[in-house]
């Protein structure tokens, strides 16, 4: 059972009852981590299958989570090596829209959200220093993977206009919009403040009637189209984002990483903003 199968035994209100801030968290921790389901007080137990009896469950919980995430991501990470070692980076670079350093050093250079990454057969830095994320490392190996293509046009679409793309238009939402929104509601002056910084280019006159909306190059060739609502109190309307690609996006990366690109994203803004203060 998956984690979004999972939590709807549970009260959804996160009261954190169960000692975790949110119960997709706790959702995740049973599903994935072995973590004992009666800690929600408000699980019908009777429910469950014997899949989570608390005799099969563990003690991990969410760390349990993230050993295995760490172990499989790992594994990515040398398998993306291991296709990208023979790549030509001297002919790649143009269709990856990067630039290459030469001989000598014989790297892909890019900008990833404003930061300076070198890709070398391996290994990579991101502003001179190692990368300490292996999901940073799979996203930028599986970009160099896809051999890249055609300049992008700009035609604008959404996630759910992306094929097979149904089971994560929920994720994008939750971990990348409902993300910025929420962080910067009432605050659409520092959010444009900041959007330089991920190397977006502001639109002045976007034709959609939103109070900011950014054209953010994530990577050489895929562009994010970012557009932000602000609350409007008077009307009830809660602070809204909206994140498009372009229409050639999957030329260049699949879904999985097309969703982690715009998690980056978000968290990147976010940071910004802790470094600010």
Not at 4 to 33: D, H, M, Q
Not at 89 to 99: H, N, R, V
Not at 261 to 268: L, T
Request: hydrophobic share 40%.
């Amino acid at each position: 059972m998956q984690p979004f199968e999972f939590i709807k035994y549970t009260p959804r209100s996160n009261c954190g009852e169960c000692g975790y801030a949110a119960c997709l968290a706790f959702a995740a921790a049973v599903t994935k981590g072995g973590e004992n389901p009666g800690k929600c007080p408000h699980i019908d137990l009777a429910q469950l299958g014997d899949e989570f009896s608390t005799g099969n469950r563990g003690k991990d919980g969410l760390e349990g989570v993230g050993k295995l995430l760490d172990e499989k991501d790992v594994e990515l990470v040398a398998y993306l090596k291991r296709k990208t070692s023979q790549i030509d980076f001297a002919k790649a670079a143009e269709a990856l829209g990067c630039d290459w350093s030469g001989s000598e050093k014989d790297c892909l250079l890019l900008q990833f959200f404003g930061r300076d990454v070198e890709i070398f057969h391996d290994g990579i830095l991101i502003d001179g220093k190692e990368v300490e994320d292996p999901r940073d490392q799979i996203l930028l190996y599986n970009y160099v993977h896809f051999a890249g293509g055609d300049k992008p046009e700009q035609e604008w679409i959404g996630m759910e206009s992306l094929p097979n793309s149904i089971s994560k238009i929920r994720t994008l939402r939750v971990y990348c919009e409902e993300r910025i929104a929420a962080h910067f509601t009432g605050k659409a002056e520092l959010l444009k403040e900041l959007a330089p910084q991920l190397g977006a280019q502001i639109q002045e006159n976007p034709e959609q009637s939103c109070a900011a909306a950014f054209v953010i190059p994530a990577l050489p060739r895929l562009p994010l189209f970012v557009l932000f609502w602000d609350e409007e109190i008077e009307d009830g309307f809660p602070a809204k984002v909206k994140v498009l690609f372009d229409q050639k996006v999957l030329d260049f990366l699949d879904i999985e990483s097309l969703v982690f690109v715009c998690e980056r994203m978000a968290e990147r803004w976010v940071e910004l903003t802790k470094n600010r203060e």
